[in-house]
C-alpha cells in the first residue's frame, strides 16, 4: 500500500486546523503549548494522512473561487481548474436576462451553483445530483455562505432536470469524465477516498457529457450557455460527438486550463 508522507505545509494546515488557527498565526505564534489531546488529535490525523486521506477531506474544509466549502466523502473535493468555468460564465453576465435561471447538473459539494448564486445577484439556481447525501452537504454549504433560497437542490437524474419548465438560460456542469478503463491512472488518494460516483463515466469518460449536450440542445431557452468541463483528450471525440447529437448547440468558447489543455467549453443554443 501506497504511503502518503505529509509535506511540511500539509502538516502545518493539519496543526493549526487541531489548534484552531489559520497558517499565518500558527507560524506567528510556534512558541504556543500544545496539550495531550492536541497532539494525539494531530498524531491521528498524521495517521490518515500516511493512510493517503486527502488533506481537504482531513480538515474539512477547501477554498473554491475565495470562499470555504464544506467537504467530506459524500462530495468531490473542488478543484482549482473548475474555477475557469465561473470565470468563463463571469464574463458573459453583462448578456443574461436580469434574473436568469441556472441549472448545475452534478453540484457536488454546491460549489459553481452557490459561487453563481453569489457572484450573479437576483438569479435563480437548481442544482442537481443523484447522491442525496452530496446534496444534504451542499445544502449546508449554502446555508454557510448565506444564499438564502435562490438555490434549489434537487436529486434527479440529469434527464428530468432538463425537463424542468420554464427553460433555463444557462446549464452548467462538471460532470465525472474519467474513463472507467483509467481507473487504475489516477492516484489512489483519489480512487480511494474520493465518491467513484462523482469521477467516471464510460465511452472514454464523455458518456455523461454527450447526453447533457442532446438533452441542453434542445431544452436551454434559444440564445441560452451550456458551459461544461471536460477531461483530457476528450475535445475531439466531444467536438463530433456535440455537432451530431446537438446540431442546436454552436461552439463558442474553449478553454484551457493552468496546464495548457482544454478544460471548459462554452456553446450557446442557436436561436429558433
Ligand atoms: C465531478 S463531480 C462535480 C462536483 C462539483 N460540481 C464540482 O465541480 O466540484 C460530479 C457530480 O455529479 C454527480 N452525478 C453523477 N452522475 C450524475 C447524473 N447522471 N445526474 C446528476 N448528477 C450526477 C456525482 O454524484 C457528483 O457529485
Not at 509535506?7 to 500558527?26: I, K, M, N
Request: charged share 25%; hydrophobic share 45%.
Amino acid at each position: 500500500m501506497a504511503t502518503f508522507a505529509p509535506s511540511l505545509r500539509e502538516a502545518t494546515l493539519l496543526l493549526g486546523h487541531v489548534l484552531g488557527l489559520d497558517e499565518a498565526r500558527l507560524l506567528a505564534h510556534g512558541e504556543k503549548p500544545v496539550t495531550g489531546g492536541e497532539a494525539a488529535r494531530f498524531r491521528a490525523l498524521l495517521k490518515r494522512r500516511l493512510g493517503g486521506e486527502p488533506v481537504a477531506y482531513l480538515l474539512g474544509e477547501r477554498e473554491f473561487y475565495g470562499r470555504p466549502f464544506r467537504v467530506d466523502s459524500r462530495v468531490l473535493i473542488p478543484r482549482p481548474e473548475s474555477e475557469h468555468l465561473i470565470e468563463a460564465l463571469l464574463e458573459r453576465k453583462s448578456t443574461l436576462p436580469r434574473r436568469p435561471r441556472l441549472l448545475d447538473i452534478g453540484t457536488g459539494s454546491g460549489c459553481l451553483a452557490i459561487t453563481l448564486a453569489l457572484e450573479i445577484p437576483g438569479s435563480r439556481v437548481v442544482a442537481t445530483d443523484l447522491s442525496p447525501a452530496a446534496l444534504a452537504l451542499a445544502a449546508a454549504n449554502a446555508r454557510l455562505l448565506g444564499v438564502g433560497d435562490r438555490v434549489r437542490f434537487v436529486a434527479t437524474d440529469l434527464e428530468a432536470a432538463l425537463a424542468e419548465r420554464p427553460p433555463f438560460d444557462i446549464v452548467l456542469s462538471n460532470p465525472p469524465y474519467v474513463a472507467v478503463e483509467d481507473h487504475h491512472r489516477l492516484s489512489p488518494e483519489i480512487t480511494d477516498f474520493e465518491p467513484s460516483q462523482a469521477l467516471f463515466a464510460q465511452h472514454g469518460g464523455t458518456a455523461i457529457l454527450l447526453r447533457l449536450a442532446a438533452l441542453a440542445g434542445r431544452r436551454l431557452v434559444p440564445g441560452g450557455w451550456l458551459a461544461c468541463e471536460i477531461g483530457d483528450g476528450q475535445i475531439e471525440a466531444l467536438a463530433s460527438g456535440f455537432s451530431r447529437l446537438a446540431p442546436e448547440l454552436e461552439w463558442i468558447e474553449v478553454r484551457k486550463d493552468y496546464a495548457g489543455k482544454p478544460r471548459t467549453v462554452i456553446l450557446k443554443r442557436r436561436p429558433i
